[in-house]
Nanobody, 125 residues
């Protein structure tokens, strides 16, 4: 059974930092491309960042570029999202997602086969 477990969310003031982690189990982690998405109530999942299976390809949404950093540790079956200069509009539930093989639309949530349950990030003004 594949499980993606996010952690690290919480409440932070604007301008602060948080680092999210996602621990994977039940899959060959090093063969999977990974991404972070976020969702606020009543909206669709929004692409945040993605990283290729070997870490050679990294992509960010324009809204987080320069503030967020995605990374992975294949030895620990984990992917991370380091978030700095947080803004109230970053408030959302953050999900990690994984897919193996073809990966041509990294920004599209439909591209991903496995999802975590999410972790809440709240940024106060």
């Amino acid at each position: 059974q594949v499980v993606l477990a996010e952690s690290g969310g919480g409440l932070v003031q604007a301008g602060g930092s948080l680092t999210l982690s996602c621990l994977a189990s039940g899959l060959t982690f090093s063969k999977h491309h990974l991404a972070w998405f976020r969702r606020t109530p009543g909206t669709e999942r929004e692409f945040v960042a993605a990283i290729g299976h070997s870490g050679d390809r990294i992509y960010y949404a324009d809204s987080v570029k320069g503030r967020f950093t995605i990374s992975r540790d294949n030895a620990k079956d984990s992917v991370y999202l380091e978030m700095h200069s947080l803004k109230p509009e970053d408030t959302a539930v953050y999900f990690c997602a994984a897919v193996m093989g073809m990966w041509s639309h990294f920004w599209d949530p439909n591209e991903y086969m496995q999802w975590g349950r999410g972790t809440q990030v709240t940024v106060s003004s």
